[in-house]
C-alpha cells in the first residue's frame, strides 16, 4: 500500500495499475485529490482519471465523488472528473448520467475553450455508451456555433473538436439531416484544420 504523499514522486499509469490490483488503496488515493499539494492533488486526479479508462467498475461506486468535483474551484481537478464521468457511462447501468446530462452540457455555455473542449471531446464516447442520449448530444453539440467563447479562433477550434465527435458515432445517428448542414458549413471556416475536418467527413458521408 502506498501513501498519497508517494503520488507526487511516481507516474499515474503505475499508480493505477496498483490500485486496480489492489482496489483496497483507492480510498488513499480519492483524498489526495483533496491534498494541499498540487503534485499529489493532481497526480491523484490523473490517476483516478487511467483507471477510469482501464478498470471504470473500479470507480462507478464513487460517482458522486466525481459529480461533486465538477464544482471545483479549480480547474484541472474539474477536467479530470469530467473525463472519468464520461468514461464511467461504459458501465453506468443505473442510468446516472442521465440525471446529469443537463448540468455536463451546460458547461459548453462556461465561456472557456478548455471546459467546452472536455465536454465535446467526451461527447463521442458518452453518445456510443448511451445510445438514448444520442439525439439530445447531437442537439447540444450543434449549439456550439453561437455559444460564448474568448475569440472566433476558439470557435473554430471547438468546430473542429465537435466535427470529431459527430465523425465517431456518426454511424449511430439516426437523422444526419441535422448535422450535414453544420459540416457543410464548416467547410468554408477559415481555420485550415477544421476546414479540412469538415472536408474529410462530407467525403465520408457521400461514400456510404
Same mark, same amino acid.
Given at each position: &500500500?502506498?501513501?498519497?504523499?508517494?503520488?507526487?514522486?511516481?507516474?499515474?499509469?503505475?499508480?493505477?495499475?496498483?490500485? &486496480?490490483?489492489?482496489?483496497?488503496?483507492?480510498?488513499?488515493?480519492?483524498?489526495?485529490?483533496?491534498?494541499?499539494?498540487?503534485?499529489?492533488?493532481?497526480?491523484?486526479?490523473?490517476?483516478?482519471?487511467?483507471?477510469?479508462?482501464?478498470?471504470?467498475?473500479?470507480?462507478?461506486?464513487?460517482?458522486?465523488?466525481?459529480?461533486?468535483?465538477?464544482?471545483?474551484?479549480?480547474?484541472?481537478?474539474?477536467?479530470?472528473? &469530467?473525463?472519468?464521468?464520461?468514461?464511467?457511462?461504459?458501465?453506468?447501468?443505473?442510468?446516472?448520467?442521465?440525471?446529469?446530462?443537463?448540468?455536463?452540457?451546460?458547461?459548453?455555455?462556461?465561456?472557456?475553450?478548455?471546459?467546452?473542449?472536455?465536454?465535446?471531446?467526451?461527447?463521442?464516447?458518452?453518445?456510443?455508451?448511451?445510445?438514448?442520449?444520442?439525439?439530445?448530444?447531437?442537439?447540444?453539440?450543434?449549439?456550439?456555433?453561437?455559444?460564448?467563447?474568448?475569440?472566433?479562433?476558439?470557435?473554430?477550434?471547438?468546430?473542429?473538436?465537435?466535427?470529431?465527435?459527430?465523425?465517431?458515432?456518426?454511424?449511430?445517428?439516426?437523422?444526419?439531416?441535422?448535422?450535414?448542414?453544420?459540416?457543410?458549413?464548416?467547410?468554408?471556416?477559415?481555420?485550415?484544420?477544421?476546414?479540412?475536418?469538415?472536408?474529410?467527413?462530407?467525403?465520408?458521408?457521400?461514400?456510404?
Amino acid at each position: &500500500m502506498f501513501g498519497v504523499d508517494v503520488l507526487k514522486n511516481t507516474e499515474s499509469e503505475g499508480n493505477a495499475e496498483e490500485i &486496480m490490483k489492489n482496489p483496497k488503496t483507492l480510498r488513499e488515493l480519492l483524498a489526495g485529490v483533496s491534498s494541499g499539494n498540487p503534485k499529489t492533488k493532481f497526480w491523484s486526479a490523473k490517476t483516478l482519471r487511467t483507471i477510469s479508462e482501464r478498470k471504470p467498475e473500479i470507480l462507478y461506486s464513487e460517482w458522486k465523488f466525481f459529480v461533486d468535483l465538477l464544482d471545483s474551484e479549480n480547474n484541472i481537478v474539474k477536467w479530470n472528473a &469530467m473525463d472519468i464521468i464520461a468514461n464511467l457511462t461504459k458501465i453506468d447501468s443505473r442510468n446516472k448520467f442521465d440525471r446529469l446530462f443537463k448540468k455536463f452540457y451546460g458547461y459548453l455555455h462556461e465561456g472557456s475553450l478548455i471546459t467546452a473542449g472536455h465536454v465535446v471531446d467526451n461527447s463521442a464516447k458518452i453518445a456510443l455508451s448511451k445510445p438514448h442520449l444520442q439525439e439530445a448530444i447531437t442537439k447540444e453539440l450543434l449549439k456550439v456555433e453561437k455559444i460564448p467563447l474568448p475569440t472566433e479562433e476558439c470557435r473554430n477550434i471547438l468546430i473542429g473538436k465537435t466535427i470529431n465527435a459527430f465523425q465517431a458515432y456518426h454511424d449511430k445517428i439516426k437523422n444526419k439531416d441535422e448535422i450535414i448542414p453544420f459540416v457543410k458549413r464548416q467547410s468554408h471556416n477559415s481555420r485550415n484544420a477544421t476546414k479540412t475536418k469538415a472536408e474529410r467527413f462530407l467525403k465520408k458521408l457521400e461514400e456510404q
